[in-house]
């Protein structure tokens, strides 16, 4: 499985940016998609994730002011981040977790800087 994320850049806070990121190759039907982030010096942290089906659960730190949704026929997924914070700065790496093996898998990672 490949994840390829893009969408990510500088904005000012109170912006909003939305993130993307589409997988590729074997893909099992029982999947969650999601995006979790990494600031500096600080450890990998979920930001929000989502069920083949739509059951999403976020952050409490952006719950409100995010929005994760997935294109199942494409195998993308979204993030939609409003009210942008410098706290949210981070590199955001998409994640396919493979239920069935319970594998997961990663993309390259997107760099988010919100600027005050």
């Known amino acids: 499985v490949q994840l390829q994320a893009s969408g990510g850049g500088l904005v000012q806070a109170g912006g909003s940016l939305r993130v993307s990121c589409a997988a590729s190759?074997?893909?099992?039907?029982?999947?969650?998609m999601g995006w979790y982030r990494q600031a500096p010096g600080k450890q990998r942290e979920l930001v929000a994730r989502?069920?083949?089906?739509?059951?999403?659960n976020y952050a409490d730190s952006v719950k409100g002011r995010s929005t994760i949704s997935r294109d199942n026929a494409k195998n993308t997924v979204y993030l939609q981040m409003n009210s942008l914070r410098p706290e949210d700065t981070a590199v955001y790496y998409c994640?396919?977790?493979?239920?069935?093996?319970?594998?997961?898998?990663w993309g390259q990672g997107t760099l988010v800087t919100v600027s005050s």
């Open positions: 994640n396919l977790y493979n239920v069935t093996y319970r594998k997961n898998f």
């Open positions: 190759g074997s893909i099992v039907s029982l999947n969650l």
């Open positions: 989502i069920g083949r089906g739509g059951s999403t």
